[in-house]
């Protein structure tokens, strides 16, 4: 009986001891930490590594901590637990789609995603009840104070500012919390299904208007590139015709001036051969002579008879006998 007795005395001091000691020693993973409290007040926090405390005395100070969970890939849930441990590594806080109004009155759904670090462990337990719920709120608020800013058009091609000004605006609100908002990021903003079905007609009709107008500046373009080329192809037919003529005259005159200058030594020649005589009749005579074969051509090979005066003629036939008489001697 004693024994027995004695034997359940030391299973309770056991029991005891291991308690004690599970209160008393402390292993901490790295980025985490446990805030200690001491008679109910803050006391320290403790860093990764091995820790021994007064058991019963020093106790952790434990939070309450919500999350959203997707069940069957359709709603969000809200769950809450207690934690004593907290991590200081970033997280990502993903919201469930909200429904917001523009400025312009158009309710859209926008889902968010929300990326933290706790910086000051103090701050997070004992400045906020539920932090992540703190988040939570405050970031569904701000959002709809940005959005209802903003038109429809707007809003979708501001993502990026409004992710901005929504980091802005919660990293100051969060600050006394002991959180720092790194990056707020903006999934999804999906306006009601008539407002699309309207926005993609909308887009349909400006993508039809900017071929017509496309294809109205190509065959303007064209038009006035054609209308260039057919100018300047006048401009330098009409060019090369007048330099051509240019040249003409300009041979025609060489060649007049050749010839009145052989026509002018042939006179000099006559004048030095027979000097009594005109060489004008020879001249005369010369191109009577010429002139007669085609003077004489014409239908059913019919001669025409010219008449020229004799004595003229005679003359002139005289004096070219004279010429060929010097010429031979």
């Known amino acids: 009986m004693l024994f027995t007795l004695i034997l359940i005395v030391g299973l309770v001091i056991l029991i005891l001891a291991a308690i004690t000691l599970a209160q008393s020693i402390y292993i901490i993973k790295q980025a985490e930490v446990v805030v200690i409290e001491r008679f109910g007040k803050y006391h320290t926090i403790l860093r990764p590594g091995l820790h021994i405390v007064t058991p019963f005395i020093d106790v952790p100070r434990v939070v309450a901590w ?60 004992y400045e906020v009840a539920n932090l992540s719920e703190a988040i939570e709120k405050l970031t569904h608020s701000t959002l709809r104070n940005i959005i209802g800013a903003m038109d429809l058009d707007e809003c979708l091609v501001s993502r990026d500012r409004i ?119 020879y001249l005369v005579a010369l191109q009577y002579i010429k002139a007669l074969p085609k003077m004489t051509e014409g239908q059913d090979n019919k001669i025409i008879v010219v008449p020229y005066d004799t004595a003229g003629m005679m003359g002139s036939l005289a004096t070219i006998k004279e010429l060929f008489q010097s010429s031979r001697k």
């Open 163 to 281: 992710n901005t000004k929504l980091r802005i605006i919660l990293d100051e609100a969060t600050g006394k919390w002991g959180v720092k908002v790194n990056r707020v990021e903006l999934q999804e903003i999906n306006p009601p299904i008539d407002i699309r079905h309207a926005m993609e007609k909308q887009m349909r009709a400006e993508r039809e208007k900017r071929a017509i107008i496309l294809e109205a500046e190509g065959a303007k373009r064209s038009a006035i590139l054609k209308a260039e080329g057919d100018q300047e192809s006048q401009v330098l037919s009409a060019r090369g015709a007048a330099e051509a003529q240019i040249l003409r005259a300009q041979a025609e005159a060489t060649a007049r001036l050749a010839v009145m200058e052989a026509e002018a030594k042939a006179i000099e020649r006559i004048q030095q051969a027979v000097p009594q005589q005109d060489p004008t009749h």
């Open 66 to 125: 919500s999350f959203f969970r997707e069940v069957e890939g359709k709603r969000f849930y809200r769950f809450t637990k207690v934690i004593s441990r907290l991590d200081l590594r970033e997280t990502v806080y993903d919201f469930p789609n909200q429904n917001v109004i523009t400025k312009d009155n158009v309710a859209i759904e926008i889902s968010a995603l929300l990326y933290y670090q706790i910086i000051d462990p103090k701050a997070a337990v």
